[in-house]
């Protein structure tokens, strides 16, 4: 951890590594909502910042915004399982109960769309 908080400011990775120590380890979440800000004005689109912004956000009750940044992260990692899965405890934070079993049924045939052949695949009902 300290290797990454020794780089520069300019460093996306640096920045969400912060972030995340701050908000998941230290419940700064003022410190960890600069750090991703940060983080995403280096990198719009990088996938674990708009992750944990959007948990964060969600943290805050700001349930639309964070499932926004979740969708951002979709957008660059469309394969992603924990991507989905995130994306559906957005909606289960929402209580869409409809959208949390589609996209957990995405996050389950995601994780084995590459590895298994699709008649083998459980089914999440």
């Known amino acids: 951890m300290r290797r990454?908080?020794?780089?520069?400011?300019?460093?996306?990775?640096?920045?969400?590594?912060?972030?995340?120590v701050l908000?998941?380890?230290?419940?700064?979440?003022?410190?960890?909502?600069?750090?991703?800000?940060?983080?995403?004005?280096?990198?719009p689109h990088?996938?674990?910042a708009c992750l944990l912004s959007g948990q964060l956000l969600e943290t805050l009750g700001r349930l639309?915004?964070?499932l926004e940044m979740k969708l951002r992260a979709l957008e660059r990692d469309p394969f992603s399982?924990?991507?989905?899965?995130?994306?559906s405890m957005s909606y289960w934070n929402q209580r869409r109960y409809d959208d949390v079993i589609e996209w957990a049924n995405k996050a389950w045939t995601?994780?084995?769309s590459t590895r298994m052949p699709a008649n083998t695949w459980p089914v999440l009902t």
């Open 110 to 112: 995601s994780t084995f």
């Open 64 to 66: 639309e915004e964070g």
């Open 81 to 87: 399982a924990f991507v989905h899965l995130q994306i």
């Open 23 to 43: 908000f998941l380890g230290e419940s700064n979440w003022i410190g960890a909502e600069r750090s991703l800000k940060r983080a995403l004005q280096l990198d």
């Open 46 to 48: 990088y996938p674990e």
């Open 4 to 20: 990454y908080l020794s780089w520069p400011y300019t460093c996306a990775d640096a920045q969400v590594a912060l972030g995340e």
